[in-house]
């Protein structure tokens, strides 16, 4: 990777083909965006090992592809801190993407405890299995946007804001980043062949995400059995994504890393362009529209458990250093993120070619995006 030309911010064809032959291990792989990962690193001719526990859900992205068909995947738990670290050694991987986690805000209050186990102490095992992996040349290492503590400013929340969390979820992840950082200082960063960085993400949507107390899936599954949608908080802002553009981040700057592991390590915000920030309700009512039918309900029950209103990422850092930037904007981050559950609800093709086709698509929209069109 050192004799390498610079590598393009830009996710195309071109960029990633440095992907083809190399060894690549995932942690989370049967989760909604290790899923994603991996088909597109497999797409690429990596040699992935996933390791993850089963699918929580039915008809999970991962099983919907046929994943464990294509790539090596392993059952297995991040917070078994021996099992974790032998096969990831096995594996002699050279890049390492750990997306592994317990991922949802409700369920955090229902388990803290398995929360707190799997984001902290299960990340802590990856990093002890990366320290003692030599073959290890770039860790993306995935927390979250709600690392950062919520003040409900209107202000984006920039990588040197203060870190922390009102729920058991964002809790965690404001712990996991506080956890790499002392494991970045004490030794990754003594290995000058090795970088490693932090990335936040805002809220992903996309295709195959099935998980339940989210909002595209639960959208999807009232419009499919002709029930109202039923929100929670309307008026609460995001920084939705299409799930291609954080995964797409990750995987350039992974390559960056390899090649500059100083300059590309430390944390990094992956998230949408100010403009593109819109409410739950604007959302669910594109949605609505797409689908061609539905309505939206206000939960009226009174639910004491804190959700932030306000929400919003600066992605100053990676534009100004990496130069990277969206490639769709909000309104067609939901046209991709609606056609595909359209499509399959339909039966008008399998996740694996629809899934392949829409990575195909953004990596000639990041094509256009390069040409300047």
């Given at each position: ?12 064809a ?27 690193l ?5 040699d ?21 068909r ?37 369920r955090?209050?229902?388990?803290p ?41 209107e ?20 712990a ?66 299409f ?10 700057h ?103 086709s ?16």
């Open positions: 990777m050192e004799n390498m030309v610079k590598v393009s911010a830009v996710p195309n071109k960029t990633l083909a440095a992907y083809n032959g190399k060894r690549v291990f995932v942690t989370g792989d049967t989760g909604f965006k290790g899923s994603w990962l991996s088909l597109w497999s797409e690429l001719g990596a992935v090992t996933g390791y993850a526990l089963p699918p929580s859900y039915p008809h999970s992205h991962f099983e919907l592809l046929g994943l464990d294509t790539i090596r995947h392993i059952d297995g738990d991040i917070r078994d801190a021996a099992s974790l670290a032998k096969h990831l050694r096995d594996a002699r991987p050279e890049f390492v993407f750990h997306l592994a986690a317990q991922s949802l805000v409700r955090s209050y229902a388990d405890l398995e929360t707190f186990s799997t984001n902290v102490l299960g990340s802590a095992h990856l990093l002890e299995a990366v320290r003692n992996a030599p073959s290890v040349r770039a860790l993306i290492y995935v927390t979250s946007d709600k690392c950062y503590l919520n003040k409900e400013w202000w984006s929340y920039r990588e040197t804001d203060e870190l922390g969390g009102h729920d058991p979820y964002s809790a965690s992840k404001a996991a980043e506080k956890v790499f950082q002392g494991y970045y200082h004490s030794f990754l960063k003594h290995r000058p062949e090795l970088g490693a960085a932090t990335m936040r993400a805002g809220n992903v949507i996309g295709g195959g995400d099935w998980a339940a107390d989210r909002l595209i899936p639960d959208c999807i599954r009232a419009l499919q059995n002709g029930k109202p949608i039923v929100l929670r908080n309307p008026d609460a802002t995001r920084p939705w994504q799930v291609l553009e954080p995964v797409g981040g990750y995987l350039v992974a390559l960056r890393l390899a090649q500059a592991p100083q300059r590309y390590a430390g944390s990094w915000n992956y998230g949408p362009e100010a403009g593109s920030l819109q409410t739950v309700a604007e959302v669910v009512g594109r949605i609505i529209e797409l689908w061609g039918t539905g309505k939206i309900e206000r939960e009226t029950a009174n639910d004491t458990r804190h959700e932030a209103m306000l929400l919003q990422l600066s992605i100053d850092k990676v534009r100004g250093q990496l130069g990277w930037r969206p490639i769709y904007d909000a309104a067609k981050s939901i046209d991709q993120t609606v056609r595909w559950y359209r499509t399959m609800h339909r039966g008008a093709a399998s996740a694996a070619d629809l899934s392949r829409q990575i195909r698509e953004y990596m000639a929209a990041a094509d256009a995006v390069r040409a300047g069109h």
